[in-house]
């Protein structure tokens, strides 16, 4: 996967890959500004405190005359959360006034961890759950309770199909972890 330099508002500068970049220039870039906000609203019903944007599911909207085109891209193929996801944008849609759309899924580029920013990160360590470990050499998330980097992996699988089973060996409190794909 290419990888480019973008810009970042703090003085580090994070390495995005080009689909990441490109997702960020469609909102930057779109002829509809308020349907971007107008979506912003729809949260992920499994990890309810991220938008659809912020998880990188979000991938672009367009207007075809009097029509809203959607494209989301699921965080892996068989993501049970979609059919919502669908059915939340619709309602978001219809609410604020835009009775005509079409939501289409988009398969590639496939889904990656990488398409989520810090701040995404972040709100995901305060609901509990361990964000996706993006720093190299690391090979175990760190406790989203305690901050322990001493932790074991319980099970491959935890609430979700994306998600692994881990606890804290310091806290002992167990926790998810939003797995790197």
Same mark, same amino acid.
């Given at each position: 996967m290419p990888v480019v330099n973008a810009v970042a508002a703090s003085d580090r500068i994070p390495l995005l890959p080009v689909e990441e970049l490109e997702r960020r220039r469609r909102r930057q870039h779109s002829a509809?500004?308020?349907? =971007?906000?107008?979506?912003?609203?729809?949260?992920?019903? /499994? @990890?309810?405190?991220?938008?659809? =944007? /912020?998880?990188?599911?979000? %991938?672009? @909207?367009?207007?075809?005359?009097?029509?809203?085109?959607?494209?989301?891209?699921?965080?892996?193929?068989?993501?049970?959360?979609?059919?919502? @996801?669908?059915?939340?944008?619709? %309602?978001?849609? /219809?609410?604020?006034?835009?009775?005509?759309?079409?939501? %289409?899924?988009r398969l590639s580029p496939a889904w990656s961890s990488t398409w989520m920013d810090e701040e995404a990160r972040a709100k995901l360590e305060a609901y509990g759950i361990a964000a996706p470990v993006s720093e190299a050499g690391r090979a175990a998330p760190a406790c989203p309770h305690c901050g322990s980097d001493r932790v074991q992996a319980v099970s491959e699988f935890g609430s979700t199909a994306c998600k692994a089973l881990y606890q804290c060996l310091d806290c002992h409190e167990p926790f998810d972890y939003f797995k790197s794909f």
């Amino acid at each position: 996967m290419p990888v480019v330099n973008a810009v970042a508002a703090s003085d580090r500068i994070p390495l995005l890959p080009v689909e990441e970049l490109e997702r960020r220039r469609r909102r930057q870039h779109s002829a509809c500004p308020e349907l =971007w906000r107008l979506l912003d609203a729809v949260k992920d019903p /499994e @990890i309810p405190v991220i938008s659809i =944007w /912020e998880l990188g599911v979000l %991938q672009n @909207i367009e207007r075809d005359g009097d029509t809203v085109e959607v494209t989301i891209t699921p965080t892996y193929s068989g993501c049970p959360a979609m059919d919502v @996801i669908r059915e939340e944008i619709g %309602q978001a849609l /219809e609410e604020g006034g835009y009775p005509h759309h079409r939501i %289409q899924t988009r398969l590639s580029p496939a889904w990656s961890s990488t398409w989520m920013d810090e701040e995404a990160r972040a709100k995901l360590e305060a609901y509990g759950i361990a964000a996706p470990v993006s720093e190299a050499g690391r090979a175990a998330p760190a406790c989203p309770h305690c901050g322990s980097d001493r932790v074991q992996a319980v099970s491959e699988f935890g609430s979700t199909a994306c998600k692994a089973l881990y606890q804290c060996l310091d806290c002992h409190e167990p926790f998810d972890y939003f797995k790197s794909f």
